[in-house]
């Protein structure tokens, strides 16, 4: 139901940008706390960024603030993470997942804590 994908080719070189694109179908969006992770070979999945319903909060990882930027279109039933400045340490399977909540300041940064998860695509950046 939740799927995640790129707006654009998915090698970028290192200070390039991409969008990514999350969206649920036959589901809106709009009551659902959104986050972003990512998973790089050999290592475990890690937080990117997050946003509340009606986009109250957002949270980032350290590696990523002042870099990304996470926002949510209800009109069109997406959230988007802008990434700018990449580096090859950027690169990973990125998902998104949603969360149902009825509170706009809920927004847990714990993988484990979303139930709907995309299923993921590929981001690499070259040096």
């Known amino acids: 139901e939740v799927s995640c994908r790129r707006l654009g080719g998915g090698l970028v070189q290192a200070g390039g940008s991409l969008t990514l694109s999350c969206t649920r179908s036959?589901?809106?969006?709009?009551?659902?706390?959104v986050g972003w992770f990512r998973q790089a070979p050999g290592k475990e999945r890690a937080f990117v960024a997050a946003?509340?319903?009606?986009?109250?909060?957002?949270y980032y990882s350290d590696s990523v603030k002042g870099r990304f930027g996470i926002s949510r279109d209800n009109a069109k039933n997406t959230v988007s993470l802008q990434m700018n400045s990449l580096n090859p340490e950027d690169t990973a399977v990125y998902y998104c997942?949603?969360?149902?909540?009825?509170?706009?300041?809920?927004?847990?940064?714990?993988?484990?804590?979303?139930?709907?998860w995309g299923q993921g695509t590929q981001v690499t950046v070259s040096s």
């Open positions: 036959g589901r809106t969006l709009m009551n659902h706390a």
């Open positions: 946003i509340s319903r009606s986009a109250v909060l957002t």
């Open positions: 997942a949603a969360l149902a909540t009825a509170s706009t300041r809920h927004l847990p940064r714990a993988a484990e804590a979303y139930p709907y």
